[in-house]
């Protein structure tokens, strides 16, 4: 396949069956390589839709100042494209994320501003808001409320998991900014009225919910629930346990949030084979194992990478 | 009193610092009664006139009960109900 450039590379990801894990010929699980995009994440779609939706509307020009909270992959793929049109990037992100994602956006060029760990990606949020407020030249593109984010997925993810997968039944994403559920899921849906919209919520340690009150809650704009049919939370044990899975038993080697999505995704494999019937099931893998190598994920016994994670924010 | 619920840190001032509390009842709407009934104050904290508070998510067994009839999603002894303050998310690189 060829391309003009690296950006025109987007999407158009590999689909690739999960034959060892499913639990046979009528329950398949299919797995979503979003690990394949330009800077090696799912987040790539939705940062080139959220720039080219700002530069068609004017916010943005040569020399402008791109802010944005993120807890990385969305940092990374902003900065990437930032780069390349010429616009200074500079990402809020908690102190409590790896670091391969804080040297892949200082390679790219942007700054990091560190919000505390505690409060997690809801704090990244409330100190980019303030320095938003601070800067009102700079421009956030803000992933959690921006249209293009699930629209980049509306666009093309969708489509491509209809074109390669027509008898989809259930589609499995993790779930954070909810771009990629919502606009796959409103896609799927519209043309495949009776397949199931699955969100995998990573479920951290309790440092990550330092909320001083309920109140301080959040919800992202984008987030719509009629488009899912169900919501599920996994603790990282379990997400720990089925990213090794995958990597043993499919020989894929993906970040923790993809085995976040499995684990949700093989509960429902269950309970379709329980019942007899027949499914065919996409798991999103968001992104490679690589940028979470010095989490010790993927080293020692379970225990040891669950303890090593605590506290951590691992997708 | 045979379903476990497990409580946020900030919530915890409502159960004297137990991070999981016992309850009964056939429907969430009742178990979060019986619970209130003992640790006052704590249903004010989770429902309002609506139903579930708008940053209040409630898990049975791990699934948002949300998607499996709000606050009449029906409970069984030995389930497990979650309670957590909705945050924004880091999945799938997210954010």
Redesign the interface.
């Known amino acids: 396949m060829r391309f003009d450039s690296l950006l025109d590379s987007l999407g158009h990801t590999p689909l690739v069956g999960l034959p060892s894990l499913s639990p046979g010929p009528s329950v398949r699980l299919w797995a979503k390589l979003e690990d394949r995009n330009p800077t090696g994440?799912?987040?790539d779609r939705a940062a080139f839709y959220m720039v080219q939706a700002a530069e068609k509307d004017g916010l943005l020009h040569p020399g402008a100042t791109l802010l944005e909270?993120?807890?990385?992959?969305?940092g990374i793929s902003l900065a990437m494209v930032a780069r390349l049109r010429g616009y200074r990037m500079v990402c809020v992100m908690p102190e409590n994320t790896s670091a391969e994602r804080r040297e892949l956006l200082e390679m790219y060029g942007a700054s990091v501003i560190f919000s505390p760990a505690e409060?997690?990606?809801?704090e990244?949020?409330r100190v980019a808001r303030q320095i938003a407020a601070e800067n009102p030249a700079w421009v956030m593109l803000y992933?959690?409320g921006n249209e293009a984010n699930a629209r980049a997925h509306y666009e093309t993810t969708g489509p491509e998991l209809l074109a390669d997968l027509p008898e989809i039944t259930h589609f499995v994403?993790?779930?954070?900014?909810?771009g990629?559920l919502m606009g796959t899921g409103r896609y799927l849906r519209e043309h495949v009225p009776t397949v199931q919209v699955i969100?995998?919520?990573?479920?951290?340690g309790?440092l990550?919910?330092?909320?001083?009150?309920?109140?301080?809650?959040?919800?992202?704009e984008l987030y719509d629930?009629s488009v899912?049919?169900?919501?599920?939370?996994?603790g990282s044990a379990d997400a720990l346990a089925r990213t090794r899975q995958l990597l043993n038993a499919e020989g894929l080697f993906a970040?923790i949030?993809s085995g976040?999505?499995l684990h949700a995704a093989l509960a429902q494999a269950s309970r379709a084979a329980a019942a007899g019937q027949r499914a065919d099931i996409v798991v999103?893998i968001?992104?490679g194992g690589w940028?979470y190598l010095s989490t010790g994920a993927y080293s020692g016994s379970l225990e040891e990478a669950e303890e090593r994670l605590e506290g951590q924010?691992?997708? | 009193m045979s379903i476990e619920v497990r409580i946020?840190?900030?919530?915890r001032s409502y159960t004297g610092g137990e991070k999981s509390v016992q309850g009964s009842g056939a429907t969430l709407a009742e178990l979060i009664a019986d619970l209130d009934s003992r640790h006052p104050g704590l249903a004010g904290?989770l429902t309002d006139e609506s139903g579930l508070?708008?940053?209040?998510?409630v898990?049975l067994n791990?699934?948002?009960v949300?998607?499996l009839g709000g606050l009449e999603a029906k409970v069984n002894d030995g389930d497990t109900v979650?309670v957590?303050?909705?945050?924004?998310?880091?999945?799938?690189?997210?954010?």
């Open positions: 994440s799912v987040k909270p993120t807890s990385g992959n969305t409060g997690g990606s809801n990244a949020v992933q959690y994403a993790g779930l954070g900014t909810s990629t969100a995998a919520e990573p479920r951290y309790e990550v919910y330092g909320l001083r009150n309920m109140d301080e809650g959040f919800v992202p629930p899912l049919t169900g919501r599920v939370s996994v970040g949030s976040c999505a999103m968001a992104d940028r924010l691992w997708a | 946020p840190t900030i919530l904290r508070r708008r940053f209040v998510n898990y791990d699934e948002d949300r998607f979650t957590l303050p909705a945050v924004a998310g880091g999945a799938i690189g997210a954010a």
